[in-house]
Structures are given as structure tokens and as C-alpha cells.
């Protein structure tokens, strides 16, 4: 027994002082200073890891807009079709995507001239180009291929991945301290959540991780320089113009007077309605070509801004022939299918341009930072988003301090009077339950938020019942008569059963919240779970070693117990 | 020794019928003012949803020279924000604003229409002067992860549900653990009834208070479970009626002092715990009182009724007095006392029944 005493009180002295250490102590030599008092609170506020409602910063939830993503993919099937036909001299009618989003339908629809040759349309397109994603049917002379769920789903979890990394490597370039960027919601949802401590205007980050930053440089369909660009009034009219003409795109363009002649500055007319431009498709040249891109001040003067780019040297060399072909010829600018400026091509250009407009210092060099961490592969929406002020998150602590600890007073209080010796050896056990969860949570490095304090206080709760189980049962064991080493014995070994069962079943409740629970949820999972299994050896293992103890002391005849 | 309760003898299981009666009323008022709500012309909805699951903005806002509701509203209404409410807290410099979603479905779906109410906020606010209104924090959700966070709330809750029945199922039986699931949805609804009566607002914190509350109340019905099935063990040609009893007698001061004890501390959370707490300690508040008193009204008596039918069914052959043990089941339960075919059938737990064959 009193060999078994011994090895009770090492461990959990070892256990108490690791707590406290982690706790308290600084990660690493500690020195005469971490033991005063503004050591320890300053080593605890290092230590413990707040979540964002008590520390203050941005919560978003953005979501990838994966029907876009499978949508563009589509239609640049159409391309690739036209174009291997091209290329192969297959006789095809008629090239076209037929996407209805809200369906989930992404269908490439291909007409065959001559319906007796449409299988071999069939293989040589699938010979030459990929569509793994779709499975193919014919009928008549018709070829449709339809994306298949399974195809959907691992392109949207594709789309996903890679917006989260052009994300991560966006706010790397801008300095968030301490992000946390990670997939969010269910699966198919399509959701990421960063979070941003101490963040409290979050705008232009937003703006920043937004911002698709899809450039693309097509040609201008229309008249050519010394002309002036062809546009159109309205969308309708753009479309009319070009009707029948394969490779076409209709773009909004906010229009300026692009120079018809070298050396003229542009005119730029907030107030100009939107016009409309054709240009050919596919483009020339797409944002995942460049090599960089910078903003400088603009050589029109008047404080612009604008960005210049050079592109990768395989893009460069078809960029240069193309450009030496197109004299004279107007070239758009795309920036997420809006013309940002069209100028003319005045020579050859091999490897550099600008993107210019109304830009300021900010915008061109958030600008120029997306583009070089390259487009995003489909818009991004904000579903949430939430900022917590410093001074409130402080607030919240200080109310969530101040009832955990009235609340606790009370529970020491009743606790000393009503189970006097013993009422001592719970309210010890409490103390060390609390220790050792917050020194778990620090071990884990898991956030203490709101809805944790929420669980840390029902830990508590459930650590006073396991208590008064003990010792309602240890007094019914000594009113049936029992010696005192008998009925505590008795007494822990029945209760034991019980805390045993209640735990458990709290501990799977919040496994499935942890599972399947937010965010917020899962605070209170962790602190709860994590409360719950101190309890175990703080309110039986630790408690009932203090009784041990006790009774040793008193020698084997002890009579009475204060309980 | 200075005990509460010493040697109670109550018989808890004869007041079930209007105990479970009152339960049900008490049920109904709540489910009632729900459905009341929800169908009056021009009522409330049945939930006073907060941002978290209806989607919207909520702006927690300190002035330095507080204006007045009406001045807020209307400055929020100048900026093409109509219908907002404004609800002050109990520092006086701290002010919260509720912004309805902005924009229609459609749109939210097509852009990013978080942002338009807490940009439209802010520039309202910041019509009370430089530098008056400071925007402490910021809570926008969009109409689909509003959707999503409500749908999930209530997914995740029933998921904890089922994991909870299979425990109980496996420890003891599934009329066990039937029973304590059932008496944890009484708990969750007549809480929800207390919400919607009075319209308090019911954010993401309720939900993890609810989930505390499921939590509370299977701990308390399983202490007394457990006393139930040790009693079994002991005496195993007592009947379910008298054993459940005097389980519920046992563990009755254990009961009030835990209960008591949680009670006091959700007491001061209701008291210090803040405005940001408030829905979360007034859902905790009423779940203790709730889910203690549940365990002694529904889940005991729901447990011996379930045993007393099983066993009725089991042994209508062999007694036939037996076989009306379910509706009778009072009387019945103690005129059957002594009878091992009772036991045998109560009797939680595969191993003893093994060990008895």
C-alpha cells in the first residue's frame, strides 16, 4: 500500500508540474524573470492561443464558384474541338457548349457534316484531344458529350485545391501574420475559410484574394489603325455584327480614346458609357504566360498608375509573331472579361506590355501581386465574413472570467462546508482539472474561443457531479455500516461506473460535434472532451489517492472520515 | 455528517401520469407559440433567427456620443438600409445594429453581397461625426451559409443523438437508451418553446448551449440509469417499478446538489456573462432546470413503461395477467413484485441475462 502511495504521488506530481510548466512556463531556458508575476502572465498569453472572438481579427468564409469553373471548361472544349478539326480536316457542322448551371449540365455538343462519318469524328477528337472528364453519345450525326458527376466533383475539388493555393501564396505576398486558410463546410460545398488574427479591416485583403486577375491579350475584330477601334453600342448589336462567325467574343469595353497614332496619350472619360467590343477567341496570350508584373507610375503622367508585364519566353516567341503579323491591328487587354484598354500594335513586341488604366499606387500593386500569383480558376463569393474588434474579444474574456469564477466560488464554498476534509479534496481535484485542460489545450495548440470557455465551465460542472457522486455514495457505504477504508473503496468503485458511463456518453456527443460540427462548434468539443478526460484522473485517480493518503495516515482502524 | 435528504421515500413512479401530462402542456405551449407565430397573418416567425442562421449583418458599434435609436435607424435608412433594428446592450456606449440580408437571393448567389450591408453600415455611420462611431465588430452571412450553418446546427445535433442512443444502447438496453433520447428531445424542444415564447434570438452560441444541454441531461438520466441497473443487480426478484424507485431516491441528493450547483453557476453566467453570452446562459439556464426535472418526469417513468410492455408482450403466453402491464401499469407493476420473469426481462445488459440461462 504504501509502496502503491508512493507511486500514486509521483505521477501526479509529474502530471501537476507538467500542466503548470506548459502552462506557465516559457518555451525555453526559463530565467529568474519568468517567475515573477509579470513573467507568468506574460509566458500564459504566449502559451494559450486565443481564438479570433476573444483576440480580436477576420473570420471569411469564401466559396469557390466552381459552376463557372466547369462552365469556362466547357467552352474552352468547344475551342480545342474547332481547333483539332481543324487541324485534322474533319468535316464538323457545328461546335458548341451546352452548360445550364442550375442543372448541373456541362455538355459539349458536336454536329458531324456527314452523320455516316460521325464515329470517326468521335475517335479523332477524343484521340486528340482530352475529354477524361466526359462520357460521349451519339445520335444521328450529333456527338454530346456530358461531364460526368464523378468528373464534376473531382474538378471542383481540384478548382478548390488551386484556389487555396494561389490564396495562401497571395496573402504570403501582402504579410498576414498568422494566417489559418483551410477547406470549410461539407464536402462539395466548395468553401475555404481564412482566418486572420488580429485583422480588423480586412476590404483590402478581400479585394486582394477576390480578385480573379484572369488577363488574357486577343485581337480586336474591326477596323485597324489608323482607324479608329470598331465598337458597338450594345451587347445585342456586338453579337448581330459577328453573327455566324466562328471564334468570336462579345467583352464590355469602358471606353476611352485609345490613341489612333503613336505617341498620343489616351482620354479617359469616367462618365463614357460602357461599349462593346469583338474580339477573336481563343487569345493570344493568357495570364499563366507572364512572367512578371509590376506597377509603375504611368508615362502619361497625372499620378496613373499601370503595370507592366513580360511574358515567359515560349509565350514570348508567339506573342512576337503574332504581333510582327498584326500591325496596326487593335489588341485588347482583358482583365476578367472586361476590356481594359485596346491599343494598336505599333511593331513587334516580343516579350513586355502594360495593362494601363484608372489605376492608383495601391491598385496596380495589388493588381500586378495577383496577377503574378496567377489567376484564380474561378471566381470567389464571400459568404461570411466576420471581424471581431480587439477591445470587444477583451471584453468577452473579462465577463466569461468573472461568471466562471463567481461560479466557482460557489462551488467551493458549498463544497468545504457541506463535505468539510473532503469538500477540500474536491475542490483540490477542480483546480487541477482546470490546469491540466487549459495545459492540454496549449500541448494541442488549440484555440481557447467563446464557445470553449462555454465547455470549459460544463467540464467543470461535470467534475463537481463526479465528486458529489463519490461522496454521496461513500456516505451511503458508511451508513450501511461499513468501516471507513471499506466504504471508500466501495464508494469509489461504484461511482466509477457512473462517471465512467455519464463521460463516455459526453465524450461521443461531442466527437460527432467535433466531426461535423463549425468552427465555433468545435471550440466547445475540444475544451469539453479535453475537460472531461482530466476529469478522469483529477475527480477518481487524484481524489482517491488523497483518501488513501488520508486513511494511511490514520492506520488501518480509522473510525471517521470528514465527508 | 450534515446530509440534505436522508432516507427519502417518495414514490416518484405514481405521480407519472400528470407529471407526464403537465410535460406535454408545457410542450405544446411552446410547439404552440411556434406554430402560432409562424401562421398568424403579420406574426413574428417562430424563431427570432439571429444573422448566424437567417443571414444578414450585425455591427456591435461603440459611439462616443451614443445618437438616438430612431437617429440610427434613419441614418440606415438613408443609405438604402430600411428595415434595421438597433438594440442597445448594457454598456451604454455599446450599441448593436441588425442589418436584414441585403439583395436578393439571386444576387447573393451572383455576387458577393456580405459585403454590401456592413459597407452600407459603415457609411452610415459614419454620419454621427469623425471618428464617433467606432465599428467593433462585424458579423455578415449570406443567405447560403446561413442555410447551410442552420441545416448543419440541427444535422449535427441529431447526429450526437444517434451516437449517444448506440452508447446507452450497448451499456444497458435499447429501452435505456430510447427513453433518455427521448426525454433529451422533451428538453431541446420545451427549451426552443422558451425561445420562441419570448423571442429571444437564437444565434450559433444557443446552439452550442443546446448541445451543452443534451449533454447535461443524458448525464443526468444515466446516473440514475445506473443506479437503476445496479439495483437490479442486487436484487434481481424485485420488479422495475419499486428498483426505479428507489434508484431515483438513492441518487435524489446527488440530484438536488449537482443540479443546485450547475444552476448557481449558469446563474452568475446569466448574471456577468455579457450580452455576447446572453443566449447561450438563458438557453443553459432553462436546460438545467429543464433537464434535471426531466430525468425524474420522462425519462424514468418512459424507461419502466417501455420494460413493463416488453415484458408484457413476453410473457402474455405463459401470464396473462401480465399482459395488461402496459396500460395498467401502476397497479399492475406492484401486484406482478417478486415474479423472476419480471426481473429476467428488465434486466439490463447481455451478460447477466447469458449468465442466468
Known amino acids: 500500500m504504501k509502496k502503491n502511495l508512493t507511486a500514486r504521488f509521483v505521477i501526479?506530481?509529474?502530471?501537476?508540474?507538467?500542466?503548470?510548466?506548459?502552462?506557465?512556463?516559457?518555451?525555453?531556458?526559463?530565467?529568474?524573470?519568468?517567475?515573477?508575476w509579470g513573467g507568468i502572465k506574460q509566458n500564459m498569453s504566449e502559451n494559450i492561443r486565443l481564438g479570433l472572438d476573444l483576440r480580436g481579427g477576420s473570420h471569411l468564409v469564401m466559396q469557390v464558384q466552381v459552376p463557372?469553373?466547369?462552365?469556362?471548361?466547357?467552352?474552352?472544349?468547344?475551342?480545342?474541338?474547332?481547333?483539332?478539326?481543324?487541324?485534322?480536316?474533319?468535316?464538323?457542322?457545328?461546335?458548341?457548349?451546352?452548360?445550364?448551371?442550375?442543372?448541373?449540365?456541362?455538355?459539349?455538343?458536336?454536329?458531324?457534316?456527314?452523320?455516316?462519318?460521325?464515329?470517326?469524328?468521335r475517335d479523332e477528337l477524343q484521340r486528340r484531344i482530352d475529354l477524361s472528364p466526359y462520357s460521349d453519345s451519339v445520335s444521328g450525326d450529333t456527338i454530346t458529350w456530358t461531364m460526368t458527376p464523378t468528373a464534376q466533383r473531382a474538378l471542383g475539388d481540384q478548382a478548390v485545391e488551386q484556389g487555396m493555393q494561389i490564396i495562401d501564396s497571395r496573402i504570403n505576398a501582402v504579410g498576414v501574420a498568422e494566417p489559418t486558410l483551410q477547406r470549410h463546410g461539407a464536402t462539395g460545398a466548395h468553401q475555404i475559410l481564412l482566418q486572420m488574427p488580429g485583422e480588423r479591416d480586412p476590404q483590402r485583403i478581400k479585394n486582394l484574394l477576390a480578385g480573379e486577375s484572369r488577363l488574357e491579350l486577343a485581337k480586336v475584330v474591326g477596323s485597324t489603325s489608323p482607324m479608329p477601334i470598331t465598337t458597338y453600342d450594345t451587347k445585342e448589336a456586338a453579337e448581330a455584327a459577328v453573327a455566324g462567325q466562328p471564334n468570336r467574343r462579345v467583352l464590355p469595353y469602358a471606353e476611352r480614346d485609345e490613341p489612333t497614332a503613336a505617341g498620343e496619350a489616351p482620354q479617359t472619360d469616367p462618365n463614357a458609357p460602357t461599349r462593346w467590343v469583338v474580339v477573336e477567341n481563343p487569345p493570344v496570350v493568357t495570364g499563366d504566360q507572364l512572367r512578371s508584373a509590376e506597377a509603375s507610375e504611368g508615362r502619361a503622367g497625372g499620378g496613373g498608375y499601370e503595370i507592366n508585364f513580360s511574358l515567359k519566353p515560349a509565350a514570348a516567341e508567339k506573342f512576337g509573331q503574332w504581333t510582327a503579323a498584326n500591325v496596326n491591328a487593335y489588341m485588347a487587354i482583358v482583365l476578367n472579361d472586361r476590356v481594359q484598354s485596346a491599343p494598336f500594335i505599333k511593331s513587334q513586341i516580343t516579350d513586355s506590355g502594360q495593362i494601363t488604366g484608372s489605376f492608383t499606387e495601391q491598385s496596380a500593386k495589388d493588381l500586378a501581386l495577383t496577377l503574378r500569383s496567377g489567376a484564380l480558376p474561378a471566381p470567389l463569393v464571400y459568404l461570411e465574413e466576420?471581424?471581431?474588434?480587439?477591445?470587444?474579444?477583451?471584453?468577452?474574456?473579462?465577463?466569461?472570467?468573472?461568471?466562471s469564477i463567481a461560479g466557482l466560488i460557489m462551488v467551493v464554498l458549498f463544497m468545504v462546508i457541506y463535505y468539510r476534509g473532503a469538500g477540500v479534496n474536491a475542490v483540490i481535484a477542480l483546480l487541477l482539472n482546470m490546469i491540466i485542460t487549459i495545459a492540454a489545450l496549449v500541448v494541442f495548440d488549440a484555440a481557447l474561443t467563446l464557445p470553449g470557455i462555454a465547455g470549459l465551465i460544463l467540464g467543470i460542472g461535470m467534475a463537481v457531479d463526479s465528486n458529489v457522486l463519490i461522496f454521496e455514495r461513500i456516505r451511503?457505504?458508511?451508513?450501511?455500516?461499513?468501516?471507513?477504508?471499506?466504504?471508500?473503496?466501495?464508494?469509489?468503485?461504484?461511482?466509477?461506473?457512473?462517471?465512467?458511463?455519464?463521460?463516455?456518453?459526453?465524450?461521443?456527443?461531442?466527437?460527432?460535434?467535433?466531426?461535423?460540427?463549425?468552427?465555433?462548434?468545435?471550440?466547445?468539443?475540444?475544451?469539453?472532451?479535453?475537460?472531461?478526460?482530466?476529469?478522469?484522473?483529477s475527480a477518481v485517480y487524484v481524489s482517491r489517492t488523497i483518501f488513501i493518503w488520508l486513511l494511511s495516515r490514520k492506520g488501518r482502524r480509522a473510525e471517521t472520515l470528514s465527508i | 455528517m450534515f446530509r440534505i435528504l436522508r432516507n427519502v421515500q417518495i414514490d416518484w413512479l405514481a405521480w407519472r401520469r400528470p407529471i407526464l401530462l403537465a410535460s406535454a402542456l408545457i410542450l405544446?405551449?411552446?410547439?404552440?407559440?411556434?406554430?402560432?407565430?409562424?401562421?398568424?397573418?403579420?406574426?413574428?416567425?417562430?424563431?427570432?433567427?439571429?444573422?448566424?442562421?437567417?443571414?444578414?449583418?450585425?455591427?456591435?458599434?461603440?459611439?462616443?456620443?451614443?445618437?438616438?435609436?430612431?437617429?440610427?435607424?434613419?441614418?440606415?435608412?438613408?443609405?438604402?438600409?430600411?428595415?434595421?433594428?438597433?438594440?442597445?446592450t448594457e454598456k451604454p456606449d455599446i450599441v448593436l445594429v441588425k442589418l436584414p440580408r441585403q439583395g436578393s437571393e439571386q444576387e447573393a448567389l451572383a455576387e458577393a453581397q456580405v459585403d454590401i450591408g456592413a459597407a452600407r453600415g459603415?457609411?452610415?455611420?459614419?454620419?454621427?461625426?469623425?471618428?464617433?462611431?467606432?465599428?467593433?465588430?462585424?458579423?455578415?452571412?449570406?443567405?447560403?451559409?446561413?442555410?447551410?450553418?442552420?441545416?448543419?446546427?440541427?444535422?449535427?445535433?441529431?447526429?450526437?443523438?444517434?451516437?449517444?442512443?448506440?452508447?446507452?444502447?450497448?451499456?444497458?438496453?435499447?429501452?435505456?437508451?430510447?427513453?433518455?433520447?427521448?426525454?433529451?428531445?422533451?428538453?431541446?424542444?420545451?427549451?426552443?418553446?422558451f425561445f420562441s415564447l419570448f423571442q429571444w434570438e437564437i444565434n450559433l452560441t444557443v446552439i452550442a448551449a443546446l448541445l451543452t444541454l443534451v449533454g447535461f441531461s443524458v448525464n443526468d438520466t444515466i446516473v440514475t440509469f445506473?443506479?437503476?441497473?445496479?439495483?437490479?443487480?442486487?436484487?434481481?426478484?424485485?420488479?422495475?417499478?419499486?428498483?426505479?424507485?428507489?434508484?431515483?431516491?438513492?441518487?435524489?441528493?446527488?440530484?438536488?446538489?449537482?443540479?443546485?450547483?450547475?444552476?448557481?453557476?449558469?446563474?452568475?453566467?446569466?448574471?456577468?456573462?455579457?450580452?455576447?453570452?446572453?443566449?447561450?446562459?438563458?438557453?443553459?439556464?432553462?436546460?438545467?432546470?429543464?433537464?434535471?426535472?426531466?430525468?425524474?418526469?420522462?425519462?424514468?417513468?418512459?424507461?419502466?413503461?417501455?420494460?413493463?410492455?416488453?415484458e408484457g408482450r413476453e410473457g402474455r403466453a405463459a401470464r396473462p395477467a401480465a399482459a395488461a402491464a402496459g396500460s395498467g401499469a401502476q397497479t399492475q407493476g406492484r401486484a406482478a413484485a417478486g415474479r423472476p420473469a419480471r426481473a429476467r426481462a428488465a434486466s439490463p445488459g447481455r451478460s447477466q441475462r447469458t449468465a442466468r440461462q
Open chain 2, 122 to 193: 459603415a457609411e452610415a455611420l459614419a454620419t454621427f461625426g469623425e471618428g464617433n462611431a467606432t465599428i467593433e465588430s462585424t458579423d455578415a452571412v449570406g443567405a447560403v451559409a446561413g442555410r447551410a450553418l442552420r441545416n448543419q446546427a440541427i444535422a449535427v445535433t441529431l447526429l450526437a443523438l444517434v451516437g449517444v442512443l448506440l452508447y446507452i444502447a450497448f451499456r444497458f438496453e435499447w429501452t435505456y437508451g430510447a427513453a433518455a433520447v427521448i426525454t433529451v428531445f422533451h428538453d431541446v424542444l420545451v427549451t426552443l418553446g
Open chain 2, 28 to 88: 405544446l405551449a411552446g410547439l404552440g407559440s411556434a406554430v402560432a407565430r409562424q401562421a398568424s397573418p403579420g406574426g413574428t416567425d417562430s424563431f427570432n433567427l439571429g444573422v448566424d442562421f437567417k443571414g444578414g449583418t450585425l455591427l456591435t458599434v461603440r459611439f462616443k456620443q451614443r445618437p438616438s435609436d430612431d437617429q440610427i435607424r434613419s441614418a440606415l435608412a438613408a443609405k438604402g438600409v430600411p428595415d434595421s433594428q438597433v438594440q442597445s
Open chain 1, 386 to 403: 466576420r471581424t471581431v474588434g480587439p477591445s470587444l474579444g477583451a471584453d468577452s474574456i473579462r465577463s466569461g472570467v468573472i461568471a
Open chain 1, 12 to 36: 501526479i506530481l509529474l502530471v501537476t508540474v507538467g500542466s503548470l510548466y506548459a502552462v506557465v512556463g516559457p518555451r525555453r531556458m526559463p530565467r529568474v524573470s519568468d517567475f515573477t
Open chain 2, 226 to 310: 445506473d443506479r437503476v441497473r445496479e439495483n437490479l443487480r442486487l436484487r434481481r426478484r424485485a420488479n422495475i417499478y419499486d428498483l426505479t424507485n428507489e434508484a431515483i431516491n438513492q441518487t435524489l441528493s446527488r440530484t438536488i446538489i449537482t443540479g443546485g450547483l450547475v444552476f448557481l453557476s449558469v446563474l452568475a453566467l446569466v448574471v456577468f456573462g455579457g450580452d455576447v453570452l446572453r443566449g447561450f446562459s438563458l438557453a443553459l439556464f432553462i436546460g438545467v432546470i429543464v433537464g434535471t426535472y426531466s430525468t425524474i418526469a420522462i425519462a424514468t417513468p418512459l424507461m419502466v413503461w417501455f420494460v413493463q410492455r416488453l
Open chain 1, 68 to 121: 463557372q469553373y466547369l462552365k469556362r471548361l466547357t467552352e474552352n472544349n468547344v475551342i480545342a474541338v474547332q481547333e483539332a478539326a481543324k487541324a485534322a480536316s474533319l468535316q464538323i457542322k457545328e461546335a458548341r457548349a451546352d452548360v445550364d448551371i442550375n442543372a448541373g449540365r456541362y455538355n459539349l455538343v458536336v454536329a458531324a457534316a456527314d452523320a455516316s462519318k460521325v464515329n470517326e469524328v
Open chain 1, 476 to 537: 451511503e457505504e458508511l451508513e450501511t455500516g461499513k468501516t471507513v477504508a471499506s466504504s471508500v473503496e466501495q464508494g469509489f468503485n461504484r461511482a466509477f461506473l457512473t462517471i465512467i458511463d455519464t463521460h463516455v456518453t459526453t465524450i461521443v456527443a461531442a466527437l460527432f460535434l467535433f466531426i461535423f460540427g463549425t468552427t465555433l462548434i468545435r471550440g466547445f468539443a475540444v475544451t469539453l472532451t479535453l475537460g472531461l478526460l482530466a476529469n478522469l484522473f
